[in-house]
């Protein structure tokens, strides 16, 4: 329905009025209008808006040197889902550039853990890669592999910075949109058997 009422997603701008962030625009304009939006938060880290985002190795998470838990715009949603938004500014300019976003399948629920239960997603109306507008993960890799192993943000529990998880929603999409099992992880890892134990999806 946004898409019928704005029309397709790559012509999709940011705006905002006086007393709101790109981000609160974004969700007024495209969101709020076609879901069931029970609180929203705004940037707010206050109260019941509180959320820590964690990193697939458990460390507070950093999203583009972001703060994602008081730099985003946050949304929970009637089906127990939140979502979060940032708007990303040209460097030179200040002008919005991109959109950000954590979905969080089961909002407040912890574990609340990138690759988890939260899953990013970006918005790049700019970028020449169609693939790139939407996922974290697709530009480059097209060895699924790369997914688990690049340092940036894979898909493996033992790194150590901060943006660990980004590429497991990249990795479950190549695989047929299931979490693959510990023997498909290991296989897509290029058969090393040390992954077993960097294996993230141990409920």
């Known amino acids: 329905m946004a898409i019928k009422d704005n029309g397709t997603i790559n012509t999709w701008t940011f705006e905002k009025n006086d007393n709101e962030t790109y981000e609160e625009g974004f969700i007024r304009k495209y969101w709020a209008p076609y879901i069931k939006i029970i609180k929203n938060c705004g940037s707010s880290p206050e109260n019941d808006c509180a959320y820590d985002v964690l990193a697939l190795n458990g460390k507070p998470f950093t999203f583009f040197a972001t703060d994602a838990n008081s730099d985003f715009s946050r949304i929970y949603l009637a089906n127990g889902a939140a979502i979060s938004v940032y708007v990303s500014r040209n460097n030179t300019t200040g002008e919005p550039a991109s959109a950000n976003f954590l979905i969080d399948t089961n909002g407040w629920k912890k574990p609340n853990k990138v690759g988890i239960d939260i899953f990013p997603f970006m918005y790049n109306p700019n970028s020449t890669n169609e693939k790139r507008k939407f996922m974290f993960g697709f530009p480059s890799y097209g060895d699924a592999r790369l997914n688990i192993t690049d340092a940036y943000g894979g898909c493996d529990k033992t790194l150590e910075n901060r943006r660990t ?39």
């Open 165 to 203: 998880g980004i590429y497991c929603l990249s990795l479950i999409y190549k695989n047929g949109w299931k979490i693959p099992t510990v023997d498909e992880y290991v296989k897509t890892a290029g058969g090393d058997e040390s992954y077993r134990a960097k294996y993230p999806w141990n409920f």
